[in-house]
């Protein structure tokens, strides 16, 4: 999608390449605000909501009533309620410039600069045993803008999905995947996976350092709508580079691609399927996918959620209950949520045990509006194609099939590691996604915040199409499933290994943060 919302502040940090967007995650300068109360004398969060500054730009206007200063009150006094390590918030003075600059500074989110780096900045700030932060994840977005996303899988773009393979001098920007029907698909000839960006706008990507490229990398690689940027590409298999301009428009992403069915030994089936986004949209595709996968007779499912960062927890039971059946999932939990030590009732909630969902929900709003029987697969064995972005609700299927008897072969590179999720909460036209509970499977596991290990280890294979049964990732499960060992003939990990130090991710995927999370239905 090649916009700034496909990664936090604390990953741009990281990147020499986005350096010239860092100024967007700290706050601004001057002004000042009411003082926010101690933890230990907030008000409910209830008594500030929905009073807001009458210069914030995305709040509603009949709102704007009250002041910044009430708005980081409601922040505060909803972090202490809700937020799953709300005693270990950090001291904040809220008067504090970074806190109180000027409302119509937007961040890449769309969210008022002050705002969000107050939010940030009451994160706990505990790490894991591999010396990473616990909350890697907390955010805030506009709400208009998650409603786009989170229901259609719309947001500004190309349509070309980027992974960075190294972002330091040398760099290296190759195109994952491309969603059909947007620019990148319809250029002549079409930008596809594999593809390595050389240039932009005629400043070198792979090794231009200088102040004045980097903001042009920048602007090209994170544009907004209507923009128009030179592209100069170096196609998988090319030794020829080439150039196309790409326009950039609002793209409705498609999150399952690529259903097909492989032949396998004695004359059995294997079906794969790409899945790249828990969105709702996802649904109905889903729906087909599995459909056609059982008309086919499939033996053996090869899932790839290598890009697939997460998005609605409903979607992810229903993805496994389609693979597992009723025989493994009936009166079985999905996910069991677990909330701060205040949200007791939360936690004890019947509402609180996703099952593995069997029906359709067809979502409107934030409501399930049909009650449809799944399909199923009914396998006792799925393999999954795994990488560092493999995240969230990603990680509750895998978790959840575990947890109730499944075989389930990784196959790529460890996961990103959060058994964390949240509820929007919207607030002045903002939607704050405060982490709010850890998920355990039907055993009561849930400890993978370092990441599940894959069972054999295999590189995306950017040479080759998704799906192309010799494409590495893909060539490595069908190998495992025929021999059951790993390429090479090594044997197999354990089903369920933790790194003791978990690895640096092999690249770093270029999209919304939105898609790296597990979300519940919004609360309003």
């Given at each position: 999608m090649f916009r700034t919302v496909g990664l936090d502040c604390a990953r741009l940090a990281n990147l020499l390449l986005l350096a010239g967007l860092l100024a967007s995650c700290g706050g601004g300068g001057g002004g000042g605000s009411s003082t926010v109360a101690s933890s230990n004398l907030l008000g409910p969060s209830a008594q500030y909501a929905q009073q807001c500054d009458p210069s914030n730009p995305v709040a509603p206007a009949a709102n704007k009533t009250s002041s910044l200063g009430t708005e980081k009150q409601w922040i505060r006094s909803y972090v202490n309620e809700a937020y799953l390590w709300y005693n270990q918030v950090p001291t904040v003075d809220a008067l504090a410039a970074s806190y109180s600059g000027p409302m119509s500074s937007l961040n890449a989110y769309n969210v008022p600069t002050p705002l969000d780096s107050y939010f940030r900045a009451l994160k706990t700030p505990q790490i894991t045993?591999?010396?990473?932060?616990?909350?890697?994840?907390?955010?805030?977005?506009?709400?208009?803008?998650?409603?786009?996303?989170?229901?259609?899988?719309?947001?500004?773009?190309?349509?070309?999905?980027?992974?960075?393979?190294?972002?330091?001098?040398?760099?290296?920007?190759?195109?994952?995947?491309?969603?059909?029907?947007?620019?990148?698909?319809?250029?002549?000839?079409?930008?596809?996976?594999?593809?390595?960006?050389?240039?932009?706008?005629?400043?070198?990507?792979?090794?231009?350092?200088?102040?004045?490229?980097?903001?042009?990398?920048?602007?090209?690689?994170?544009?907004?709508?209507?923009?128009?940027?030179?592209?100069?590409?170096?196609?998988?298999?090319?030794?020829?580079?080439?150039?196309?301009?790409?326009?950039?428009?609002?793209?409705?992403?498609?999150?399952?691609?690529?259903?097909?069915?492989?032949?396998?030994?004695?004359?059995?089936?294997?079906?794969?399927?790409?899945?790249?986004?828990?969105?709702?949209?996802?649904?109905?595709?889903?729906?087909?996918?599995?459909?056609?996968?059982?008309?086919?007779?499939?033996?053996?499912?090869?899932?790839?959620?290598?890009?697939?960062?997460?998005?609605?927890?409903?979607?992810?039971?229903?993805?496994?209950?389609?693979?597992?059946?009723?025989?493994?999932?009936?009166?079985?939990?999905?996910?069991?949520?677990?909330?701060?030590?205040?949200?007791?009732?939360?936690?004890?909630?019947?509402?609180?045990?996703?099952?593995?969902?069997?029906?359709?929900?067809?979502?409107?709003?934030?409501?399930?509006?049909?009650?449809?029987?799944?399909?199923?697969?009914?396998?006792?064995?799925?393999?999954?194609?795994?990488?560092?972005?493999?995240?969230?609700?990603?990680?509750?299927?895998?978790?959840?099939?575990?947890?109730?008897?499944?075989?389930?072969?990784?196959?790529?590179?460890?996961?990103?590691?959060?058994?964390?999720?949240?509820?929007?909460?919207?607030?002045?036209?903002?939607?704050?996604?405060?982490?709010?509970?850890?998920?355990?499977n039907q055993v009561g596991f849930g400890d993978y915040s370092d990441g599940f290990s894959a069972n054999c280890s295999a590189n995306d294979d950017f040479s080759k199409p998704l799906g192309d049964p010799s494409e590495g990732q893909l060539a490595a499960a069908l190998t495992l499933r025929s021999t059951g060992l790993c390429p090479g003939g090594t044997a197999i990990k354990p089903q369920v290994a933790l790194e003791a130090a978990k690895p640096s991710p092999s690249y770093i995927l270029l999209r919304n943060a939105l898609l790296e999370n597990r979300w519940l239905l919004p609360q309003r």
């Open positions: 045993a591999t010396g990473t932060l616990v909350d890697k994840f907390s955010f805030a977005y506009a709400t208009a803008d998650w409603n786009a996303l989170s229901q259609s899988g719309q947001s500004a773009g190309y349509g070309a999905n980027v992974a960075l393979l190294a972002t330091t001098v040398p760099r290296k920007a190759v195109v994952a995947y491309t969603d059909p029907n947007t620019p990148a698909a319809l250029a002549q000839p079409p930008v596809t996976r594999g593809a390595q960006i050389l240039a932009l706008d005629g400043v070198d990507l792979v090794n231009d350092n200088t102040q004045a490229g980097v903001a042009i990398l920048n602007k090209a690689l994170f544009p907004n709508v209507n923009e128009a940027h030179l592209f100069t590409l170096l196609d998988a298999g090319s030794s020829t580079t080439r150039t196309v301009t790409l326009t950039t428009q609002i793209i409705t992403s498609t999150p399952v691609q690529n259903v097909k069915t492989i032949p396998g030994a004695n004359s059995s089936t294997v079906g794969y399927m790409l899945f790249n986004a828990h969105l709702a949209s996802a649904e109905p595709l889903l729906v087909n996918g599995i459909n056609q996968l059982k008309t086919a007779g499939v033996s053996d499912l090869v899932l790839d959620l290598r890009y697939n960062g997460g998005g609605y927890l409903y979607v992810a039971s229903q993805l496994a209950y389609m693979i597992a059946g009723p025989s493994s999932t009936t009166n079985k939990i999905f996910e069991k949520l677990q909330y701060n030590d205040k949200r007791t009732a939360d936690t004890n909630s019947p509402s609180s045990s996703t099952p593995f969902r069997n029906v359709t929900c067809n979502l409107n709003g934030n409501a399930c509006t049909s009650s449809n029987p799944l399909p199923y697969l009914g396998l006792n064995t799925v393999y999954v194609l795994t990488q560092g972005g493999t995240c969230s609700a990603s990680e509750s299927i895998i978790n959840a099939l575990r947890g109730v008897g499944l075989t389930v072969r990784l196959i790529g590179n460890t996961t990103c590691g959060k058994p964390y999720g949240f509820t929007a909460k919207d607030n002045c036209g903002v939607s704050y996604f405060p982490i709010e509970f850890k998920g355990t």
